[in-house]
Nanobody
């Protein structure tokens, strides 16, 4: 059984910073890409950033220059450093990982339950 658990969300003022973490645990053979999505009230879930096992990153245009994704492969953990936060960044942030649970299994996506980020004065 695989679990992805996010942490680090909360309330922050505009211009502030937060660092999200997501740790994958359980029966894991290997993890490919890891990433972050978000869903604001009344909107569809959207990609924020993704990072490959080798460290190649890709960002949504609306976070370029403000957010940084990183990962620690030894800890099966992905991070999202969010700087210069704006009210429109308010959303539930979800962690995702593409992984396999054994050498014979196929790759599939797993999701965390999300962590709420609120940007407000």
């Amino acid at each position: 059984q695989v679990q992805l658990v996010e942490s680090g969300g909360g309330l922050v003022q505009p211009g502030g910073s937060l660092r999200l973490s997501c740790a994958a645990s359980g029966s894991i053979f290997s993890i490919n890409a890891m990433g972050w999505y978000r869903q604001a009230p009344g909107k569809e879930r959207e990609l924020v950033a993704v990072i490959t096992r080798g460290g190649i990153t890709n960002y949504a245009d609306f976070v370029k220059g403000r957010f940084t994704i990183s990962r620690d492969n030894a800890k099966n953990t992905v991070y999202l450093q969010m700087n210069n936060l704006k009210p429109e960044d308010t959303a539930i942030y979800y962690c995702t990982a593409n992984l396999r649970v054994s050498v014979l299994s196929t790759d599939r996506d797993y999701w965390g339950k999300g962590t709420l980020v609120t940007v407000s004065s």
